[in-house]
């Protein structure tokens, strides 16, 4: 088994994980995996980035598979004994005229957003290591979109008790109203995006909590973050942030330094703590 530390960010093919892959490469002791679903995509952006002289590793990884996760769970633990540091990137999101209906958009979106970035946790936190660091690639939209829930769904989501099944049972109820056709009635935002985003915050404060429960004296670190408005195929050509700079407060997190003790459960904005 290696003693190396390691590093594995989730849909680093291109855009804001690409960024991470290549800012990890420079600036962390250890093997840098770079995941993509489809291998193509992810020996081509490890090509890319071999040219700028990184020695990024490959694995495949789609969030929406759970043998697809397991297996890289299996491959990490035999050749590594656990994980140093999760950068759970992965997301999609649906154009603003795309045409689906919006009860396909938010069963697509949640899908991958929350409850792929969900399975990912629930098999790979089990193995960071002592002063391991997870970071989950939010958004602001989630705080946008949490403002727009009813009173009601705003204090679930702020709550310092809400449990992971009870999130899961909010997030399938959210696609649930979609189908019927009465999620603002029930107090959901019109966003799926949002709705999803809100999801991965609220799921971050929760792991955090239950890693200060179970593995206190660990020093894991795990924070939810928004990489800013970054030029990404997601986003478009008009967003203000360059990726490798979309990179920075993902990165921050990752490379938090062994004696810091916060930020731990946070929402990150530009290095900054935010309120939620
Ligand atoms: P992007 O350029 O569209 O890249 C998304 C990445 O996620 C791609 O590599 C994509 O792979 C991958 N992915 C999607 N579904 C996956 C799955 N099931 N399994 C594995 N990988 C999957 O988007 P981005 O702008 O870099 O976004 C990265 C993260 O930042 C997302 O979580 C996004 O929500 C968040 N974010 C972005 C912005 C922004 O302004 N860009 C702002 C706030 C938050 P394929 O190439 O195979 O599709």
Redesign the pocket.
């Known amino acids: 088994m290696s003693s190396v530390q390691v590093a594995v960010v989730?849909?680093?093919?291109?855009?804001?994980?690409?960024a991470i892959v290549r800012a990890l490469c420079k600036q962390f002791q250890g093997d840098v995996y770079l995941?993509?679903?489809?291998p193509g995509?992810g020996q081509a952006a490890v090509a890319q980035l071999q040219d700028e002289g990184l020695r990024p590793l490959f694995h495949q990884?789609?969030?929406?598979?759970l043998q697809s996760i397991r297996a890289l769970r299996d491959f990490l633990k035999e050749k590594y004994g656990g994980l140093d540091v999760l950068v759970n990137?992965?997301?999609?999101?649906f154009k603003v005229n795309d045409t689906t209906p919006f009860a396909i958009q938010a069963e697509v979106t949640l899908k991958?957003?929350f409850f792929?970035t969900k399975n990912v946790c629930t098999e790979l936190l089990p193995l960071i290591k002592p002063y391991g660091r997870v970071v989950n690639?939010?958004?602001?939209?989630s705080s946008s979109a949490l403002g727009r829930c009813s009173q009601e769904l705003q204090k679930k989501f702020r709550s310092d008790t809400i449990t992971e099944d009870e999130l899961v049972q909010l997030m399938n109820k959210f696609v649930e109203d979609t189908k019927n056709n009465v999620h603002e009635k029930e107090g959901w935002p019109n966003t799926a995006?949002g709705v999803s985003?809100i999801g991965v915050t609220v799921l971050s404060r929760i792991q955090a909590r239950l890693l200060n429960e179970k593995r206190k004296g660990d020093h894991i670190l795990l924070n939810a973050c928004?990489?800013?408005?970054?030029?990404?195929?997601?986003?478009g050509p008009q967003?203000t942030?360059s990726?490798d700079e979309?990179a920075e407060t993902p990165v921050y997190l990752a490379l938090l330094p062994s004696n810091a003790d916060a930020p731990h459960g946070q929402f990150v904005s530009n290095k900054t703590v935010k309120t939620w």
């Open positions: 989730t849909g680093s093919n291109k855009g804001i994980g690409l995941t993509a679903r489809d995509r990884l789609d969030i929406d598979d990137n992965a997301g999609i999101a991958t957003n792929g690639v939010s958004s602001m939209v995006y985003k928004c990489p800013g408005w970054v030029r990404t195929d997601m986003a967003a942030k990726p979309g």
